[in-house]
């Protein structure tokens, strides 16, 4: 069988783990097999990279940067290599990819293209080699800051993926999707099997530790991902994620996102002119704020009233426009925080009716306040007191057998 494997987070945090992945490879593949494995960073190497160079500069170049970021991640691709090698694996270590080029131009991420040469991998994949690629190839756009928010290797493994036609298997922190998180509902199910929009959806509206650029590629190009515990060897456990038109049953919801520590606005007495309000969410963007849930309420003297959400740290850099900016400081504005986003997802939803009414019936039943609300074709979303999730998610996860 012919797999693209990428190895990241929890799952390649230490030397032993890399001997444990190179030692199952040596137990289940089989001769004939094309394995290409990309490999993340392992835990502590990147983080130890930026915080040398932030100790030497505050203002890291972005060619300087992409440096950096490539060093932890062809560390541990040779460290891989060398693993495989001590069980008997003939492995290569390949650390750049340039060539033909996969176009994300329409992302709702920061990537435009991702090139990848498979010419090279296929020549070495015909001499039966198992090729070990270092993750990062300087993919996106990101700062001196985005440590832990920095991607790559994901993206990486499923544009390799696309490009030979082949299944990919991501292996990391994230070992499987559940309807909800087990931790707040303890009867939450192991999603067997879920489509791309709503893997996307949850990752958006949640905290999933899961590279979305990633999925939305495989998305675009078709291709089916796993996820998972990499010793399964019938693959019976984690989540693949495909095509919606190949899972045979849809459910209504498929399951609950959380997005902690939201904050809302609400700015009034805004011109109700149209310009106005465009040049308030510009002046946004300017400072570089993330919105969400935006709504707008007509009011009966000529203006109107504006809410968003966004999250805490976005709050900060708001309220200190607030403060500075002569058009923010003039306006009306409130801020309720201490809020949590609870969103359901599920490609059901396109097709069948009451999914809203469920949701407001439940929350009026359990007394719970709810505030803004936002929905997309497939999902849900209203924000709820911080204190009220574990109560929300609960009755919402019962009322729709999740």
Sequence with gaps: MNLVQKYGGESIDSLQKVRDIAQNVAVTRKPGDGLVIVTGAMTGLT?????????ISGDIARAELDTLFAAGEQETAALMTIALREAGVDAVTVTQLKGRSL?????IYDSNTIEIDTEELERLLSEDKVIVVAGFQG??????????????????AVAIAAQLGWPCQLYGTVNEFYTADPDIYPQAKVIKKVGYEEVMELIVLGNIDLEGRAIELAHKYNVELYIGDMKSADKSGGTHIMNQNLIVESMPVTGISISENVVIYTLRGIENDGAAVANLFELLGQIDVNIDMISQQLAGDGTCTVSFSCDEKEAEVLDRAITENATLSALDISKQDGLVLISLVGAGMASRSGVASTVFSVLAQEG?????????????SVTVDRENKGKAVIALGEAFNL
Excluded: F, K, P
């Excluded at 983080?47 to 932030?54: D, K, L, P, V």
């Design 47 to 55: 983080e130890n990279i930026i915080n040398m160079a932030n100790a």
């Design 103 to 107: 176009d994300l131009s329409d992302s």
């Design 139 to 156: 993919i996106g756009d990101y700062d001196a800051a985005d440590v832990t928010g920095r991607y790559g290797a994901a993206s990486t």
């Design 368 to 380: 719970i306040r709810y505030y803004q609300i936002t929905t997309s074709e497939i999902s849900i």
